[in-house]
């Protein structure tokens, strides 16, 4: 069957409007009108129906509105389509008897076309958390809805939507919903999430402990040193001490060999001894000393050591004192 009549007969409906049209309204609303319906009739859809549109707001006529739709059917933008086609039956039927009649065909098109759409046009009804703080604020495709509006069905065109929560503090969620010709979806919002606050971190400055630890450890270390290369140094002397001594007698040379021998034999064992304190006192007030946590402003340090190490003719003497 052809649509050559039908598009004939929707033609004529439109330019129809045209005169009237130009009769009752100003020049800029009527001239809006007839070259938004001329590109229209031309396919230029895009720059028509905008005309068309201001038209309207210039002047709201029942006629201007059945075209508007008409150009927002054509241009596939269905939803806009159906809302049109609502708003000029929702005109029609305010119409005195005598002028509705005239618009009889009209209203019969758009009838039609109201109840084709709203079988193709998407439904998103969307669903917001009982709990939800006052304040909340949801956007579909960029607007924000007011609170009545959240929960009601919104007729939307085909394609993907945008939907966004934001809590009162700011925290947003995004959802995008695409949706075909027909679809009837309901969407449960959820709020977005309070990020937890971060928990602090253990400081990463040492206790007074753990510093004696390293001090005893270095000096611990050092001692050995010194243990190691005096001890060295002893045993180069005894090799003088045996060349340049018979039994009990030694020439000037061994004298002082076995001199020295005794001073620096007495300071390597010093030094060993220092070092093997001073490693054991090091590990001791490592592995005891307390976790060094994030101090309270009233605090005060618990625990202190001090460490102190001597060496002289006599010996030598390391004193570690620990504080709790």
């Known amino acids: 069957m052809s649509h050559r009549p039908l598009n004939l007969l929707l033609v004529l409906l439109l330019v129809s409007i045209a005169s009237p049209a130009a009769a009752q309204e100003g020049d800029d609303a009527a001239g809006l009108f007839e070259r938004g ?12 129906c905008p005309n068309l549109a201001q038209s309207y707001e210039l002047e709201p006529l029942a006629g201007v509105v059945f075209t508007l739709a008409e150009c927002y059917a054509k241009w596939e933008k269905l939803a806009t389509a159906l809302e049109h086609y609502d708003e000029y039956l ?4 305010a119409l005195p008897e005598d002028k509705r009649a005239r618009q009889a065909e009209r209203i019969r098109v758009a009838t039609d076309q109201q109840t ?12 917001l958390p009982e709990d939800a703080p006052a304040g909340t604020i949801v956007r579909l495709d960029g607007k924000e809805l007011l609170s009545s509006e959240i929960s009601i069905t919104h007729r939307l065109e085909p394609g993907v939507h945008d939907v966004i929560v934001l ?3 700011g925290e947003s969620r995004s959802y995008q919903e695409d949706l075909a010709e027909g679809d009837r979806r309901s969407l449960r919002l959820e709020l977005p999430v309070i990020p937890e606050e971060p928990k602090p971190r253990p400081s990463d400055s040492l206790g007074p402990m753990h510093i004696g630890a390293l001090v005893a450890g270095g000096i611990g270390v050092a001692g050995l040193v010194v ?9 180069g002397e005894r090799d003088a001490i045996e060349e340049n001594c018979v039994d009990t007698q030694c020439n000037q040379t061994g004298l002082d060999a076995a001199d020295s021998g005794q001073t620096v034999a007495a300071v390597s064992t010093a030094g060993f001894v220092i070092g093997g304190l001073g490693l054991a006192a090091g590990a001791v007030l490592w592995f005891t000393a307390p976790s060094d946590g994030p101090a309270s402003e009233d605090s005060e340090p618990s625990t202190s050591a001090a460490i102190g190490a001597a060496m002289g003719p006599q010996g030598a003497t390391m004193r570690l004192r620990v504080t709790w």
Do not use: C, W
């Not at 229209?40 to 895009?46: E, I, K, R, S, T």
């Not at 929702?90 to 039927?93: D, E, I, K, R, T």
């Not at 243990?227 to 045993?235: P, R, V």
């Open 37 to 48: 319906l001329q590109q229209m009739l031309d396919g230029d859809y895009a720059a028509g």
């Open 227 to 235: 243990g190691s290369i005096t001890g060295a140094m002893a045993l």
């Open 90 to 93: 929702g005109l029609a039927a």
């Open 167 to 169: 809590r009162p503090t």
């Open 116 to 127: 084709a759409l709203e079988l193709k046009v998407p439904a998103l009804t969307l669903v």
